[in-house]
């Protein structure tokens, strides 16, 4: 079998969203699974709409989410010879000819095919003439009258066509540029694409691009058509459902190994397994397992795949990637404990990066603030003399790890005759302020015993005020 190639071509009109990326994976895996090669190609034609930085957020989202690219980018606009080149071809074997008929013409020949009951389409006027090239001709395909195009596709079963039903369609705008039909088959051929993997809302150009190849007397690349991303109200996916641009899951937190995952079973299964590295992708994906149905975005599910891959991520990874998300709370990270300590205390209860940088703040707080009602709970009268005799122990502490903590807290038990969660859940909240957190001990040990004396000593302070001002 020949090497697989395959290619994403986005249109650089904004950001790439979760529909984009999803059809970026699927090639790239299946290029990277077959050993072949992929290729990004950027279809820049509409030169309106199309911007350098759509062009750079493209590139930014591809990069971070690790897929990389064999050949390219290419740029549509910088092909223009090449397209003519094609065209001229189409011309002289008779599969295109010039068309001088008016947009209004156009127009009149739909609304008279509509009246008769008949398809609205261009009836072909200009197709015998053999005009010449002129300022305002346009070119168009000379579609076949008669017969079906069948797309072989590999996700969907075949798909059948009436050739009735197509149009003479434009290859050439009578400005020069080509349409997208034409130019994508010829960037197709030209850079030897023979898989084409994409969304199902491009099967209604499949059969017009089937025809140009076969006009041009190339072979059909294989044609997989990938059902659509719904919400959970299965509508069209929007920013509603959470179709947001892919840095923008960067900037909430999420990992790019959850987004590959996340993405990749948007239509992809194998068993009844959930979790992926990138590796286990690499090995596993195929076009077999490509499901035939619309797929739900489920946000929820989203945010527990990344808690999942935050957990299994290396800590000191996750402190890199950490490190902006302390920042932008202006957290002093340079004054805090060690970044990869506060991680190991935080990677099993955090969903986002976000959401452990704002689990973070107590830790780099020169003051903890209490929440009223913890406060109310834990640090009374009640809870002086265990709170004061673990400061006690603390501070004449050897060493200031978990075994040495936890020997304190056992004295201080045994001297008090209180339960563990009695002593812990005050100390707790004079340490963060709040009550829940990760393990006690663990707390301790990464905040260090400057920082835990400090707050163990604010609590005292607190609490006496508090008994003083009831009495």
């Known amino acids: 079998m020949d090497q697989i190639i395959t290619r994403f071509p986005p249109s650089p009109t904004g950001f790439l969203h979760v529909g984009g990326a999803r059809t970026a994976l699927f090639n790239w895996l299946y290029a990277r699974h077959t050993g072949g090669k992929f290729i990004l190609r950027i279809e820049d034609t509409d030169t309106e709409r199309s911007t350098q930085q759509s062009v750079d957020a493209i590139l930014e989202s591809l990069e971070w989410l690790g897929i990389d690219w064999d050949e390219g980018p290419y740029f549509q606009t910088q092909r223009f010879d090449i397209y003519n080149e094609y065209i001229e071809k189409l011309i002289e074997s008779g599969h295109a000819y010039y068309c001088t008929c008016s947009a209004e013409e156009v127009e009149a020949m739909r609304k008279r095919a509509m009246e008769r009951g008949d398809n609205p389409k261009y009836d072909g006027t200009c197709r015998y003439k053999k005009l010449p090239r002129t300022d305002n001709a346009v070119v168009r395909f000379a579609a076949p009258q008669t017969g079906t195009t069948v797309i072989p596709d590999v996700i969907k079963g075949h798909i059948e066509f009436q050739n009735t039903e197509l149009d003479d369609f434009i290859i050439r705008r009578s400005d020069g540029v080509p349409t997208y039909n034409l130019a994508v088959v010829v960037d197709d051929i030209t850079m030897g694409i023979n898989t084409i993997i994409r969304g199902d809302d491009h099967v209604m150009n499949t059969p017009k691009q089937m025809l140009i190849y076969k006009a041009l007397g190339e072979p059909l690349p294989t044609y997989g058509h990938v059902p659509m991303v719904l919400g959970n109200d299965r509508t069209r996916l929007s920013k509603r459902h959470g179709a947001m641009s892919v840095t923008a899951y960067r900037e909430m937190g999420y990992l790019p190994e959850t987004m590959i995952n996340y993405l990749v079973r948007l239509g992809w299964s194998f068993g009844d397994e959930e979790f ?30 990344n808690a999942d891959h935050i957990q299994a991520a290396a800590p000191g990874r996750i402190a890199r990637d950490l490190m902006p998300f302390l920042k932008a709370k202006g957290f002093d990270t340079d004054k805090g404990p060690d970044i990869e300590a506060i991680v190991k205390t935080l990677n099993t209860r955090s969903k986002t990066l976000e959401d452990m940088a704002e689990r973070a703040r107590f830790y780099y707080a020169d003051t903890v603030a209490y929440e009223e009602k913890a406060a109310k709970k834990n640090l009374k009268p009640a809870a002086l003399a ?23 807290f056992t004295e201080v038990m045994a001297e008090t005759e209180l339960k563990l969660g009695k002593i812990a859940q005050p100390v707790r909240v004079a340490l963060t302020g709040q009550t829940a957190s990760p393990g006690i001990f663990e707390i301790i040990e990464v905040l260090g015993r400057d920082r835990v004396m400090k707050r163990l000593d604010q609590a005292i302070e607190f609490i006496r005020e508090r008994a003083a001002a009831a009495e």
């Not at 709170?387 to 020997?407: G, I, M, W, Y």
């Open 276 to 305: 992926f590295s990138r590796e286990d992708l690499i090995e596993k994906f195929s076009l077999d397992n490509i499901g035939k149905s619309a797929s739900i975005f489920d946000f929820d599910r989203l945010q527990s795949l």
């Open 386 to 408: 265990p709170v004061e005799a673990l400061a006690a122990k603390l501070k004449n502490l050897d060493r200031f790890d978990e075994k040495s903590l936890e020997a304190a």
